[in-house]
């Protein structure tokens, strides 16, 4: 089933015209007999895979369809050809071929119609493990991605922009004003909250050592495919505080738990094993600001939850608000102080 995060299907359709316009069709044809000179020729099938207001991501295949043999198309309403220079960069770096920790490999760039093709890797997303029920799956793809992010924040290329904390405080303020706006108990907290985050905001120079980022490592962007491990969705690359991309994870693989049994805590353990690798493979010191970017992130979730939602769920915005202040050492009136990852 596709994921839909603000598109419409007239959105898909747009974007799926550009693909089955004549000269794309054929260069994306090129480049699947490239990869796959023996399949019978016939119509390019499209399928959705995840759809945004600005892209969408196609498994793009012609003849019959074949679930293993594919080449994925993306779509950009602008151009994003860093994000093919940032893919060759890495595979340059040891992400590509059959490497442990890999990215999928970069097949072309069309330019005028910004289309972006790749490599379709075949396995499963680790977000599929941790909705499950295998408790020691979970922590073994815990581990794995750990030790992909830490391989990518060591290795990977210190390329394009610097996103300082300065930035993301913009970005807190507007989330914490629109939460004030709804009034009510959220709006306490997300005042409490928007204090404390300034409060501990890190220095925007000299506070910490910008690595390679991701922009968006979750479950749902890492994919297990045999002994590889591949980051996808590379869409918002840049250089940060490497603790931001932890932050994403953890507060995503908490949400899987709250999302599925109404609990924060289901995957705390998981998020121990995550931790282990990542400090055992990453930069020395990268857990440093890891409280100030999960509760900002925290913050961020709480504001979808109530804006990003439809119906909304406040009590969700709540929970979320609870969970960042918890980051940043706040102890509820009641005494319950969430755990926090070591």
Request: aromatic letters at 8%; a neutral charge; glycine letters at 10%.
């Amino acid at each position: 089933m596709p994921v839909m995060d603000g598109s419409t299907p007239e959105i898909v359709a747009r974007f799926a015209a550009v693909l089955r316009q004549e000269e794309v069709r054929e260069e994306l044809e090129r480049l699947f007999r490239s990869r796959w000179p023996g399949q019978p020729a016939g119509e390019m099938n499209l399928r959705v895979l995840k759809a945004h207001k600005r892209r969408c991501t196609f498994d793009t295949s012609f003849g019959s369809e074949d679930s293993a043999r594919g080449i994925i198309a993306k779509v950009y309403q602008r151009d994003r050809s860093d994000v093919f220079a940032a893919m060759e960069s890495l595979v340059a770096a040891g992400f590509g071929g059959t490497s442990e920790f890999a990215i999928p490999l970069p097949l072309a760039y069309l330019a005028t119609p910004h289309v972006l093709v790749q490599e379709k890797v075949s396995g499963i997303q680790a977000m599929e493990i941790f909705m499950g029920d295998e408790a020691e799956k979970q922590f073994s793809a815990a581990r794995r991605c750990g030790a992909w992010l830490g391989h990518f924040q060591m290795k990977g290329p210190q390329e394009g922009h610097l996103n300082d904390p300065g930035e993301l405080l913009l970005s807190v303020r507007y989330w914490a004003g629109a939460l004030r706006d709804a009034g009510g108990p959220l709006a306490a907290k997300a005042d409490l909250l928007l204090r404390k985050l300034e409060a501990a905001v890190p220095a925007a120079l000299g506070g910490f050592e910008p690595r390679a980022g991701h922009g968006s490592y979750m479950p749902e962007h890492v994919m297990l495919s045999g002994s590889r491990m591949v980051g996808i969705d590379l869409d918002e690359h840049d250089l940060a505080d490497p603790a931001r991309d932890l932050a994403w994870f953890i507060v995503s693989l908490e949400r899987l738990g709250l999302k599925k049994q109404g609990s924060l805590r289901i995957h705390d353990r998981a998020i121990e094993e995550f931790l282990r690798a990542y400090v055992a493979a990453g930069p020395p010191k990268a857990l440093s600001h890891l409280s100030f970017y999960k509760a900002a992130e925290c913050l961020h979730r709480a504001h979808r939850d109530l804006y990003g939602r439809k119906p909304p769920i406040p009590e969700w915005s709540a929970i979320m608000l609870d969970e960042g202040l918890g980051a940043l050492g706040w102890v509820r009136p009641n005494g319950d102080h969430p755990p926090s990852p070591p």
